[in-house]
């Protein structure tokens, strides 16, 4: 473990980011911090986080970040707020919210984009209009909800499986 001590975390990050990311060309003068997060374990490495001097260093990193996929290294924001993004996520799906320049951004089950910043604001956001009710069907699936033009079945914490 004494390797990890001696680590340097701007060149890791600097490193990571030109193997994957391509044409995006970062200098150490350009990270204000990096750091590791959590305890260390055997099986995994531990979250870097990385914070840019820069809005606009942050943000050519977040468009970049699709040069990542298929590595197993996920860029997402270090957010004060990750209880709302999450209830967000659970009422309106995981593809209907997103951060973007530190704020939680949620597409409605119109289509509409709202900001949010507290679980009272995801509560004002017009509730869904289920196209099958749970009482008309008399089942107990998953009621399923009209997206655009797509079937979806309604945002759930636990699904039965």
């Not at 990270?31 to 531990?46: A, T």
């Not at 197993?72 to 209830?87: C, N, P, W, Y």
Request: proline share 4%.
């Amino acid at each position: 473990m004494e390797s990890l001590k001696d680590e340097n975390l701007c060149e890791l990050s600097l490193s990571l980011f030109s193997n994957h990311l391509g044409g995006l060309k970062l200098s150490a003068d350009q990270i204000c911090k990096s750091v590791r997060l959590g305890l260390p374990k055997q099986d995994k490495p531990r979250p870097l986080m990385i914070k840019f001097f820069s809005e606009v260093v942050r943000d050519s990193v977040w468009y970049a970040k699709a040069g990542f996929k298929g590595t197993g290294i996920t860029v997402s924001e270090f957010l004060t707020k990750q209880r709302v993004f999450i209830a967000a996520r659970e009422r309106f799906g995981i593809s209907n919210c997103w951060t973007k320049s530190a704020r939680i951004v949620i597409m409605d089950y119109d289509g509409k984009r709202h900001t949010i910043e507290s679980v009272g604001d995801i509560e004002k956001i017009k509730a869904c209009s289920p196209c099958v009710s749970p009482e008309a069907s008399g089942s107990d699936k998953p009621t399923t909800y009209v997206v655009g033009n797509k079937k979806r079945r309604a945002p759930s914490a636990k699904r039965n499986k």
